[in-house]
């Protein structure tokens, strides 16, 4: 018997993880913050949603779930945020239910982007200069650009001048970041990298599933559109040696760590040295996630611990409304496709046989329009 399920985080990853949870179970529960649009969709049926955004209400909801279940329910976790909420209630999620894929531990070690660093370094894997906040604050020299990370990302953090991330090219940007981030008292909380320079025409990713350090279903893309500046608005398959070397980098980290469950590794390629930098790792669902399933016709089969028997096939990913936006990001490159290539099509949100979390996006949109 599949243990039931609950989706933690219900973004469009979150979304896209329950629709193919569904392909092979009926019990799924899903838990999410007010804007998370996967909350709507037509698998989790409406006395399985709930809704919780602090430690205090994820257990709550963690224990009225366990009560109706006969056996222990199956965490999945879909976000940043989520990930790190869950981190600091480890003990007391574990009394009542089990965590699908990485431990703990591993989980702990990937999500604090300070250690992962010295982690990577200690594996040789190269990875931009990095910095505490406060030390680079004390520096007498600084080097521009910088870019502005979270250590750990936050449910509800009212102010944010950072974003996902935050790109300072110069003295000035950066003592503009500044004010901001000591107005909200947020120092502690980033980290400061060097920013290597280049368009998004130099930017790829390996996103997959493994079982003990080995892939079970993985892919790397090209991401030249995006929007803002570290989500991705449109990626594609490729197929190069470049793709090699990067997933011969990610699959030797994952199997370093016997990492099991979702494993995306972000890089930039130095176009002056031919350097290959980490940029960042998300051990859990990513925004592209989904054109996994634009890969593996049969991707669900991971989630049963298989191999899909299909794949991966040429694909194009992507998010129509941050596509739309793309043209405002400069550093966005234009996407050269193989036309002897026929490629498949995967979306972030859109599915004809799952219509509400589509329309739903648009009634939140007008809502956020409507309060300002």
């Not at 090699?244 to 370093?256: P, V």
């Not at 350097?275 to 089969?301: E, M, Q, T």
């Amino acid at each position: 018997m599949l243990q039931p399920a609950i989706i933690l985080g219900l973004g469009p990853s979150g979304l896209f993880l329950t629709r193919q949870l569904a392909k092979t179970q009926s019990t799924i529960y899903g838990i999410a913050r007010y804007d998370d649009v996967g909350i709507f969709s037509k698998h989790i049926a409406k006395d399985k949603r709930f809704y919780a955004d602090d430690a205090e209400s994820v257990l709550r909801v963690l224990h009225i779930i366990a009560e109706q279940t006969e056996t222990r329910p199956l965490i999945y976790v879909c976000s940043d945020q989520y990930l790190t909420l869950i981190l600091t209630i480890r003990k007391e999620v574990s009394s009542v239910a089990d965590l699908w894929g990485a431990s703990f531990d591993t989980l702990a070690l990937i999500n604090d982007k300070a250690k992962l660093d010295t982690y990577c370094k200690e594996s040789g894997i190269k990875i931009p200069g990095t910095y505490s906040y406060v030390d680079f604050l004390k520096l007498e020299k600084k080097r521009f650009p910088v870019i502005l990370k979270w250590t750990e990302k936050e449910l509800n953090t009212r102010k944010n001048p950072v974003g996902k991330v935050r790109v300072c090219r110069n003295a000035f940007e950066f003592n503009e970041a500044d004010a901001e981030v000591r107005s909200a008292g947020l120092e502690e909380k980033l980290f400061v990298q060097d920013y290597i320079s280049g368009t998004n025409a130099a930017q790829y990713s390996v996103g997959g599933v493994f079982k003990d350090g080995s892939p079970l279903a993985a892919v790397c893309v090209w991401q030249p559109r995006q929007y803002p500046q570290g989500i991705s608005a449109r990626v594609v398959s490729e197929e190069s040696p470049i793709a090699e070397r990067l997933q011969d980098l990610s699959f030797a980290f994952a199997t370093k760590l016997g990492f099991s469950g979702f494993l995306e590794m972000e890089y930039k390629i130095d176009t002056a040295t031919d350097d290959i930098f980490l940029l960042d790792i998300n051990p859990r669902p990513w925004g592209w996630v989904s054109h996994l399933a634009g890969a593996f016709p049969d991707f669900y089969k991971v989630l049963l611990g298989q191999s899909p028997e299909m794949g991966p096939l040429p694909t194009i990913w992507t998010s129509p409304l941050r596509n739309l936006l793309s043209f405002r990001n400069k550093q966005n490159a234009t996407m050269v496709l193989n036309e002897d290539i026929v490629y498949r099509r995967a979306y972030d949100i859109r599915d004809s046989k799952d219509s509400a979390p589509s329309w739903h996006i648009y009634l939140m949109a007008l809502k956020k329009l409507l309060k300002r």
